[in-house]
């Protein structure tokens, strides 16, 4: 089996050393030749991964043709805005029979589309040819080798094993599952919920609001699931509460911080300046998941006061007040 991960950032290093300890050949891209040189001559990522050694298995190139070469795994793991753009350059590249693996957490601006929707539509692949990787997998925690679970869904279930046995590592253990739907939900949903905690962080207030926002956030990340024809239970699973969990109460989640800084009084200028060229999906991604809400007509209190925050309409206080005095309701 050989894999391409297209994106050198902190999950796809993280993501490709994985595949390398499960046995998988793998050959990274990077948009800079510089870190490609790095990865494949000093087995080190530097300015996503400091202190984290690769595996001297690992090679990474420039040239998206060559990662690509005879790949039967294609990775995907860049910015979720910029995968429509960029896949319209790799498309003609891509071996016809090769598995594409969403590993983003976003959804599409103006289109409200899902990771796997894009996929499908510009590389002309069938959704049984597409696969998603989501779960509680903050990357440096991987980086370091320690143990965490995650979800391989896949309307093809064989593509979808094909996924699991190649990214099946000692501290990385997935798991399969046909439902695409809720899996990248959960994924992008959990960004903007985890803004939220890390504002209310930022605020100073406690571990019951955090609870209350992680709770009903999953309530919203549900109500929207079932509407758009996930199964329930993907949201009590490891991509859904999983890893709301995880990134609501990690420091080391970007959208946790961004929230946080804003929390503490900072602008969205300076919280964007702060992630240091980093993504956090959810800035962007509140906007679209609730265009997605509002289509199928589902309530998400939560993402709308995070739009507007997002948006500079409304500050941490007023979007706290907001929350708080929404008519009382049945759980
Ligand atoms: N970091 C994590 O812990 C983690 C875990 C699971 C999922 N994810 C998801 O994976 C995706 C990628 O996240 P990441 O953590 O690797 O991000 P990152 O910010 O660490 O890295 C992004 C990578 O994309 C590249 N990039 C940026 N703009 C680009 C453009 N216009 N065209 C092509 N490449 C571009 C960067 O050079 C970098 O290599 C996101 O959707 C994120 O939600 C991240
Ligand atoms: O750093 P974040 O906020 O993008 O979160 C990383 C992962 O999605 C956690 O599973």
């Known amino acids: 089996m050989k894999a391409a991960v297209l994106g050198s950032g902190s999950w796809g290093t993280t993501f490709a050393k994985v595949l390398v300890d499960s046995g998988t050949e793998t050959v990274m891209w990077a ?47 860049i910015p979720s805005q910029t995968l429509r753009e960029n896949l319209r350059g790799w498309t003609k590249l891509l071996p016809p029979d090769a598995t594409l693996v ?28 597409v696969a998603v990787v989501s779960g509680p997998n903050l990357a440096r925690e991987i980086a370091l080798e320690q143990p965490t679970a995650t979800v391989v ?107 946080e800084r804003l929390g503490k009084g900072e602008s969205l200028e300076q919280a964007q300046a702060a992630t240091h060229g980093q993504v956090a999906e959810g800035v962007k991604s509140c906007r679209s998941v609730l265009d997605l809400a509002e289509r199928h007509g589902v309530d998400v209190p939560i993402t709308r006061v995070m739009e507007s925050v997002c948006r500079g309409v409304i500050g941490p206080v007023d979007a706290a007040r907001l929350l708080m005095s929404r008519s009382t309701k049945s759980e």
């Open 102 to 129: 969403s590993l983003m957490k976003g959804i599409e601006l103006g289109t409200a589309k899902r990771m796997s929707e894009v996929i499908s539509e510009v590389a002309g692949a069938g959704p049984d040819r």
């Open 153 to 259: 869904a896949c309307a093809d279930v064989d593509r979808g094993a094909q996924v699991q046995r190649a990214c099946t590592a000692p501290y990385f253990r997935p798991y399969t599952n046909i439902d695409v739907v809720g899996t990248e939900l959960g994924g992008a949903v959990k960004n903007v919920i985890a803004l939220a905690c890390g504002m209310a962080a930022g605020m100073g207030f406690g571990n019951n609001t955090t609870a209350s926002l992680i709770t009903r956030g999953l309530a919203e990340t549900s109500r929207l699931g079932l509407a758009l024809g996930a199964d329930p239970m993907t949201f009590a699973g490891l991509a859904g509460l999983g890893d709301l969990v995880a990134t609501c109460a990690s420091p080391l989640s970007r959208n946790r911080s961004f929230g």
């Open 31 to 77: 948009r800079r030749s510089e870190l490609a040189e790095t990865i494949t001559r000093r087995h080190a990522n530097p300015d996503y991964l400091s202190g984290v050694r690769l595996p001297s298995g690992l090679r990474a190139t420039s040239d998206a043709a060559e990662a690509l070469d005879g790949a039967d795994l294609v990775v995907l793991v």
